[in-house]
């Protein structure tokens, strides 16, 4: 089947996947659905995030903002007046829905769901987990064995480990530890430097800057006050998340899609497909690596793929980005060389 492409007013949003292609279009920012069968758009008056499905996918629309619906044979969407939140089972997932906010609960076979008034946990495992919901804020925790939560002053962050994770928290801010077997953190005044690896793997938070970097089977989340950047290689995949403006990455192999407050840019791929969408224009892509002023990137001997920008410093790099200010003058060219150490040795490993 073709793919299909329509405009909206201004706006057009192009999906393809393997089986069917569909269009997203929405007033405000529309993302897109991807199935290994047939994909199906979300449109909501806000924001829409995709729905992926190895079996059936089915849209969420909310009048705020809606969530994606994940499940290995069947996704039940989860719709409230303000925000929905995400149902994932292999069996069946039950959603729950409260006056404004929705938790829901999904268990490999039954699920149980708990809603409190303002508050309301949510329970999802293999085994048994257990998730921390704050106020305004909740970060679910998924283990085969078992997950300790942590809780902050406005702020919960999770802890998933195959084994055992031990959490961290400080005054006002929590910082997780991910890991497979045992991941230890330490938080001085304003920083936390967590340790989570498979391998070896370092990441930084910083109150001001946050770096991310994930390996093939390590996540590093990075959550930042002002701006947070991504970078997506081959089998890696770095979502971020700032205030006015997301990078979002999606790929079966090498797919990108960028979202912006009222425009988005969707990009699947079964192999390597770029496509960009402007206000009104839609220019689609096609290479066999990062195209960088018209030009494929490289193989390099990790087997990635990188361009002419590969070659900048991270430091570079973060200017291109909206919001980065970036630093004191003095410390821009140890700061640079140590991103150069630590950074892009990281990228090109991956």
């Known amino acids: 089947m073709f793919p299909v492409r329509a405009v909206s007013v201004g706006v057009a949003y192009p999906v393809v996947a393997v089986g069917v292609a569909n269009l997203v279009v929405a007033v405000g920012v529309a993302n897109l659905v991807v199935s290994v069968g047939v994909v199906y758009p979300v449109v909501t008056v806000g924001v829409a995030y995709p729905v992926v499905s190895v ?15 994940v499940s290995v044979g069947v996704v039940y969407p989860v719709v409230t007046v303000g925000v929905a939140y995400p149902v994932v089972s292999v069996g069946v997932a039950y959603p729950v829905v409260a006056v404004g906010v929705a938790y ?4 490999v076979g039954m699920a ?20 921390v919901v704050t106020v305004g804020v909740a ?43 045992v991941a230890y953190s330490v938080v001085t005044v304003g920083v936390a430097y967590p340790v989570v690896a498979v391998g070896m793997a370092y990441s930084v938070v910083a109150v001001g800057m946050a770096y991310s970097v994930v390996t093939v089977g390590v996540a590093y989340p990075v959550v930042t006050v002002g701006v947070a950047y991504s970078v997506v290689t081959v089998g890696v995949a770095y979502p971020v998340v700032t205030v006015g403006m997301a990078y979002s990455v999606v790929a079966v192999g090498m797919a990108y899609s960028v979202v912006t407050v009222g425009v988005a840019y969707p990009v699947v791929a079964v192999g390597m497909a770029y496509s960009v969408v402007t206000v009104g224009v839609a220019y689609p892509v096609v290479a066999g690596g990062h195209v960088e002023d018209g030009k494929k990137g490289q193989p390099d001997d990790a087997g990635g ?22 630093i004191p003058e003095e410390e821009e060219e140890e700061g640079d060389k140590a991103q150069t150490v630590t950074f892009k040795e990281i990228f090109c490993e991956f």
């Open 104 to 107: 829901p609960v999904v268990a």
């Open 139 to 181: 970060y679910p925790v998924v283990a085969v064995g078992v997950a300790y939560p942590v809780v902050a002053v406005g702020v919960a962050y999770a802890v998933v480990a195959v084994g055992v994770a031990y959490p961290v928290v400080a005054v006002g801010v929590a910082y997780p530890v991910v890991t497979v077997g």
């Open 112 to 131: 149980y769901p708990v809603v409190a008034v303002g508050v309301a946990y949510s329970v999802v495992t293999v085994g048994v987990a257990y998730s």
């Open 305 to 326: 793929v990188h361009g002419e920008a590969d070659e900048l410093g991270f430091v570079e790099v973060l200017r291109a980005f909206p919001g980065f200010e970036g």
């Open 55 to 69: 079996g059936v996918a089915y849209p969420v629309v909310a009048v705020g903002v809606a969530n994606l619906v």
